[in-house]
C-alpha cells in the first residue's frame, strides 16, 4: 500500500498498525520549527505553526517569502552553493533575534527542510572531545554482549543523564528485551522484560534505521501542524522521516504516556545492516538534548554497533573454531567406518556433540538412529516422511517446530528447536540436531495479547495501559540456533558428501576389482578348457578317420552319415576351440610394438590364407597403406579376420569387390576393409563385435569370433573399431590405433 493514502487522521487498527504513515506526519515537535523552501528559488514552501513561538515571526510572514529574508542572506547563499554542487548539507549555527539556533537542511525529494531547533547548553568544543575519547576507552568489547550493554548505558546515563537508560534487544520476531539498564533509585527495574514486536512496528524500525537518534523533548507537547499539509512544490504529503523535528505518533505518545514518561531519547543499533537494537533513554520529565549531544551520541551507538560486530564475529569464529575440531575427529571415524552412522554416533565425539543440542537423529540408507533425548522414533519417521522430506531447503532450523508441524507440541519438552541437514542429493538421508524446550518464563511489559481495542466493529490500536510485569511461560520454543550451529551444520554436511562420493569411489574400484579378476580367471578358465578339450577332440577324431578309412564298408548308410556328422563337428569344434583360444590369447598378451609396413602385411594375409584363389571372382583393390606402429602379430589378426569376412560375405555377388585402404581425417589414420556384399541391418552395429554374434546364415562359415578379435586388438592399441552398413549395400568397416610415436 502507498504510504500516503492514509492520512494522519484516519484511525490506525491492528491490522495497519504497521502501515501507519508516521513518516508524513506533517507535525513538528514543539521545541523546533520546521521550514521548507523550493531548493532552487528559496522561497518558503511550508512551516511548521509554531514559528511565532519559537522564531517570534508569524507564519503569513514567512510562507511565500524568501529564506534570504529571514535569515542571513550569506547564509542562504552558502546552502545555495551546496546544494548545486551536491555538496553534503551540514548543520549550521545561527542567530536570530539575539537568540542562538542550530540549522539542520536536508534534502526530502523535491523539498528542501530545515529544522530550526535551539541551540540548547552550549558544550565547550574540548569538553565534546573528552566525551568522545570517553566513548571510546570506556566502549570495550571484552566480556560477554550482556556486559558490553551495560556498559553501554552506564557511560549514557552519565553522558545525558536521563532517568532510565535501557538497552533494548530484538529478538527474530522483533519482539524486545531490555537486556542492561541504569535507572535512578526508587524506580521500578524493567530489566528481563520482554515487549511484544508491535510495540516498535515496521515503519518505526524503518525510521530508526534511517535516522539513527530521535529525541523526543516533551511528551506532553502539543504538536505543531506544517502549513500547508501538502507540499506546494509536488502536491504531495511531505515526507520529513529524515527531519529531527519529526512530529510523534500519537499511539507512541499514549504509549510514553502510560509509562509515565516525560521525555525520550532512542538510538538505533545497527548490526550488519540489520536493526540490532534500540538505546532507550526515558526521562520523567522534558528534556532536550542539543545536536552536539545527539552527535557524541550518534557516534557512541557507532563505536558500540562496531565492538558488537567485532565480538559477534569473534565468538562466531571461536565457536566454529571448536566445532571444526570435532568435524575433523567425526572425518576420520566416518573414514576409518563402513557404517556411517555408527562412526557419528557410537564414539566420542558423536555429532550431537558439534553443537549445543538435547540430542539427535540420523536417517541414513532407511535405517533411522537416535542420540541423547529425542522424540520417539515413531514420531521423528513421521516428522521425516510428513514434514522435512516436503521443505525444499538443504538445511532447515527453527526453535519452534510446533509453528510449522503441529505434532510437534507433543514432544517440545525434547524437541522445541531442531536444526536439520540432508545428506546426499536424494531427499532420503538426514541429520538432526533437537534443542529442547526453554522452559524460561518471559516477563511481558504488560499482556501482549491485549494490545488493541474494538470499537464500532474496528479493531483499534491501544498501547497498554498497565505496565505491570505479567508473566507468561514461552511454550515449545527453544534457545535459538546461531549463526555459528548454522555454519558448523553446512560444513558438516559438506564432509559427510565427500567422505560418501569417496566411499562409494572406494567401493566402484573394489566392484571394478573384483570384476577383472572374475574375467581374467574366465579367461583362464575357458583357456585351459578349450586347450584341455582339443587332446579328447583329436582322439574323436582320428578315430572317427579310422573307422572311415577302414570300416567304411561296414557301416550300413545311416552308420556312414553318423560318421560324417562326426567328423564334420569336430573339424567345426576344433575350428572353434582354434578361436577362441585366439580370442583369449589377444585378451592375455601384451602388446610388443614395433614399426611395421601395413601393405606388406595386407600382401602376406592375402598369400596365406589362398584369398585370390578362394575368391577368384572378387576384384581386390589395395590403397596406399602407411607403416603402422603397432604389434605385428595382433593386427595380422585383426586383419585377416576383416579381409576373410570381406571376401566371404560377398562372395555371393555377381561382381564381387574388396577395398582395403587408409585415409587421414582428424589428425589420425582410419583404416578400412569395404566390401559390396550382403551387408546387414546397421541396429546390430555394436552387437556383432560380442563373441559367438553371428547374424549370417548357415551358407556362410564361422564361429562369430572373428570380431570380437578385432575389437580386442584394437582395444588392446587404444584404438576404436566401428562399421557402416545396410542390408544388400556391403559393408564398411573401420579402425583406429593409438599408434605410440
Ligand atoms: P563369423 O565367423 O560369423 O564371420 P565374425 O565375428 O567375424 O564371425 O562376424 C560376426 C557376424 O558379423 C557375422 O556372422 C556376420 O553376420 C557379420 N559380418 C561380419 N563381417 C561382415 C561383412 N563384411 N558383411 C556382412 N556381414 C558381416
Known amino acids: 500500500m502507498a504510504a500516503n493514502t492514509l492520512s494522519y487522521s484516519e484511525k490506525v487498527n491492528v491490522t495497519n498498525c504497521d502501515r501507519e504513515p508516521i513518516h508524513i506526519i506533517a507535525r513538528a515537535q514543539a521545541h523546533g520549527v520546521i521550514l521548507v523552501c523550493h531548493p532552487d528559488s528559496m522561497e518558503i514552501t511550508q512551516c511548521s505553526d509554531n514559528v511565532g513561538k519559537i522564531l517570534g515571526i508569524s507564519l503569513d510572514e514567512v510562507l511565500s517569502k524568501n529564506l534570504s529574508d529571514i535569515l542571513p542572506s550569506d547564509l542562504t547563499k552558502n546552502l545555495q552553493k551546496k546544494l548545486n554542487s551536491g555538496e553534503t548539507l551540514l548543520p549550521e549555527?545561527?542567530?536570530?533575534?539575539?537568540?542562538?539556533?542550530?540549522?539542520?537542511?536536508?534534502?526530502?525529494?523535491?523539498?528542501?527542510?530545515?529544522?530550526?531547533?535551539?541551540?540548547?547548553e552550549s558544550i565547550d568544543p574540548v569538553l565534546f572531545q573528552e566525551q568522545l575519547t570517553k566513548i571510546l576507552n570506556e566502549l570495550g568489547n571484552t566480556g560477554s554482549v550482556k556486559e558490553m550493554c551495560q556498559q553501554a548505558v552506564s557511560l549514557v546515563k552519565y553522558l545525558f543523564n536521563y532517568n532510565r537508560v535501557m538497552m533494548y534487544r530484538f529478538d527474530e520476531e522483533w519482539n524486545g528485551e531490555v537486556v542492561a539498564e541504569v535507572k535512578e533509585d526508587g524506580m521500578e527495574s524493567w530489566l528481563g522484560l520482554h515487549y511484544p514486536a508491535t510495540d516498535i512496528p515496521k515503519p518505526a524500525r524503518e525510521i530508526f534505521m534511517k535516522q539513527g537518534v530521535r529525541i523526543?523533548?516533551?511528551?506532553?507537547?502539543?504538536?505543531?501542524?506544517?502549513?500547508?499539509?501538502?507540499?506546494?512544490?509536488?502536491?504531495?504529503?511531505?515526507?520529513?522521516s529524515g527531519s529531527e523535528l519529526r512530529g510523534v505518533s500519537p499511539i507512541h505518545i499514549e504509549y510514553?504516556?502510560?509509562?509515565?514518561?516525560?521525555?525520550?531519547?532512542?538510538?538505533?543499533?545497527?548490526?550488519?545492516?540489520?536493526?540490532?537494537?534500540?538505546?532507550?533513554?526515558?526521562?520523567?520529565?522534558?528534556?532536550?538534548?542539543?545536536?552536539?549531544q545527539r552527535q557524541s551520541c550518534r557516534f557512541l551507538t557507532q563505536v558500540f554497533s562496531n565492538k558488537l560486530a567485532l565480538k559477534t564475529t569473534k565468538t562466531f569464529l571461536e565457536k566454529l573454531q571448536q566445532s571444526e575440531k570435532i568435524r575433523k575427529e567425526l572425518v576420520m571415524q566416518m573414514n576409518s567406518m563402513a557404517d556411517l552412522s555408527a562412526a557419528l554416533v557410537k564414539f566420542k565425539p558423536k555429532f550431537t556433540d558439534l553443537v549445543a543440542c538435547s540430542g539427535g537423529a540420523i536417517y541414513y540408507q532407511g535405517k533411522l538412529c537416535l542420540s541423547g533425548s529425542t522424540p520417539s522414533e515413531e514420531e521423528v519417521m513421521s516428522l521425516l516422511h510428513n514434514f522435512l522430506a516436503e521443505r525444499k531447503e538443504k538445511?532447515?532450523?527453527?526453535?519452534?517446530?510446533?509453528?510449522?508441524?503441529?505434532?510437534?507440541?507433543?514432544?517440545?519438552?525434547?524437541?522445541?528447536?531442531?536444526?536439520?541437514?540432508?545428506?546426499?542429493?536424494?531427499?532420503?538421508?538426514?541429520?538432526?540436531?533437537?534443542?529442547?524446550?526453554?522452559?524460561?518464563?518471559?516477563?511481558?511489559?504488560?499482556?501482549?495479547?491485549?494490545?488493541?481495542?474494538?470499537?464500532?466493529?474496528?479493531?483499534?490500536?491501544?498501547?497498554?495501559?498497565?505496565?505491570e510485569r505479567w508473566t507468561e511461560k514461552v511454550s515449545g520454543a527453544a534457545k535459538a540456533w546461531e549463526a555459528y550451529d548454522f555454519e558448523a551444520a553446512q560444513n558438516l554436511r559438506e564432509s559427510i558428501s565427500h567422505v560418501v562420493v569417496k566411499k562409494q569411489k572406494d567401493e566402484i574400484?573394489?566392484?571394478?576389482?573384483?570384476?577383472?579378476?572374475?574375467?581374467?580367471?574366465?579367461?583362464?578358465?575357458?583357456?585351459?578348457?578349450?586347450?584341455?578339450?582339443?587332446?579328447?577332440?583329436?582322439?574323436?577324431?582320428?578315430?572317427?578317420?579310422?573307422?572311415?578309412?577302414?570300416?567304411?564298408?561296414?557301416?550300413?548308410?545311416?552308420?556312414?552319415?553318423?560318421?560324417?556328422?562326426?567328423?564334420?563337428?569336430?573339424?567345426?569344434?576344433?575350428?572353434?576351440?582354434?578361436?577362441?583360444?585366439?580370442?583369449?590369447?589377444?585378451?592375455?598378451?601384451?602388446?610388443?610394438?614395433?614399426?611395421?609396413s601395413l601393405q606388406n602385411l595386407v600382401e602376406e594375409i592375402i598369400a596365406?590364407?589362398?584369398?585370390?584363389?578362394?575368391?577368384?571372382?572378387?576384384?581386390?583393390?589395395?590403397?596406399?597403406?602407411?607403416?603402422?606402429?603397432?604389434?605385428?602379430r595382433m593386427i595380422k589378426q585383426l586383419m585377416a579376420n576383416l579381409l576373410e569376412n570381406a571376401f566371404k560375405y560377398s562372395s555371393g555377388k555377381q561382381h564381387p569387390e574388396v577395398v582395403i585402404g587408409c585415409k587421414y581425417e582428424d589428425e589420425k589414420n582410419i583404416y578400412?576393409?569395404?566390401?559390396?556384399?550382403?551387408?546387414?541391418?546397421?541396429?546390430?552395429?555394436?552387437?556383432?563385435?560380442?563373441?559367438?554374434?553371428?547374424?549370417?546364415?548357415?551358407?556362410?562359415?564361422?564361429?562369430?569370433?572373428?570380431?570380437?578379435?578385432?575389437?580386442?586388438?584394437?582395444?588392446?592399441?587404444?584404438?576404436?573399431?566401428?562399421?557402416?552398413?545396410?542390408?544388400?549395400?556391403?559393408?564398411?568397416?573401420?579402425?583406429t590405433l593409438k599408434e605410440e610415436e
Open 93 to 120: 549555527e545561527v542567530k536570530f533575534r539575539n537568540k542562538n539556533f542550530f540549522l539542520i537542511p536536508h534534502l526530502s525529494g523535491e523539498n528542501l527542510v530545515i529544522d530550526i531547533e535551539p541551540f540548547g
Open 216 to 240: 523526543i523533548s516533551d511528551v506532553q507537547y502539543k504538536p505543531s501542524p506544517i502549513q500547508p499539509e501538502l507540499s506546494p512544490i509536488n502536491n504531495k504529503p511531505l515526507d520529513i
Open 256 to 292: 510514553l504516556q502510560n509509562m509515565k514518561v516525560g521525555a525520550s531519547l532512542t538510538a538505533a543499533i545497527i548490526l550488519n545492516g540489520k536493526l540490532w537494537g534500540l538505546l532507550a533513554c526515558h526521562h520523567n520529565s522534558p528534556k532536550f538534548i542539543n545536536y552536539h
Open 395 to 467: 538445511v532447515f532450523q527453527t526453535k519452534s517446530l510446533k509453528k510449522f508441524y503441529s505434532p510437534a507440541e507433543n514432544f517440545k519438552d525434547k524437541a522445541s528447536g531442531i536444526l536439520c541437514i540432508e545428506i546426499g542429493e536424494e531427499k532420503q538421508d538426514y541429520l538432526i540436531w533437537f534443542r529442547a524446550e526453554a522452559t524460561k518464563s518471559v516477563s511481558w511489559g504488560g499482556n501482549p495479547e491485549k494490545n488493541g481495542y474494538v470499537k464500532d466493529g474496528v479493531e483499534y490500536l491501544s498501547p497498554r495501559k498497565s505496565f
Open 509 to 596: 574400484n573394489e566392484l571394478n576389482k573384483n570384476l577383472s579378476e572374475a574375467n581374467a580367471e574366465l579367461e583362464t578358465f575357458s583357456y585351459s578348457v578349450s586347450h584341455d578339450l582339443r587332446a579328447p577332440l583329436r582322439g574323436i577324431d582320428g578315430y572317427a578317420r579310422i573307422l572311415q578309412e577302414n570300416y567304411k564298408e561296414k557301416l550300413d548308410e545311416y552308420g556312414q552319415n553318423a560318421l560324417n556328422t562326426i567328423l564334420g563337428s569336430a573339424e567345426k569344434m576344433e575350428e572353434l576351440i582354434e578361436d577362441i583360444l585366439s580370442y583369449s590369447k589377444v585378451g592375455q598378451t601384451k602388446c610388443v610394438q614395433q614399426l611395421f
Open 608 to 632: 596365406s590364407q589362398s584369398l585370390k584363389s578362394q575368391f577368384p571372382n572378387t576384384k581386390l583393390s589395395i590403397g596406399n597403406l602407411p607403416k603402422i606402429n603397432g604389434d605385428r
Open 672 to 735: 578400412f576393409v569395404k566390401d559390396n556384399g550382403i551387408g546387414f541391418n546397421p541396429e546390430h552395429q555394436d552387437k556383432i563385435f560380442d563373441v559367438f554374434s553371428r547374424l549370417a546364415g548357415e551358407e556362410y562359415s564361422g564361429t562369430g569370433v572373428g570380431l570380437a578379435i578385432a575389437k580386442r586388438v584394437v582395444e588392446k592399441h587404444n584404438g576404436s573399431i566401428w562399421v557402416e552398413t545396410a542390408p544388400g549395400k556391403g559393408s564398411s568397416f573401420y579402425f
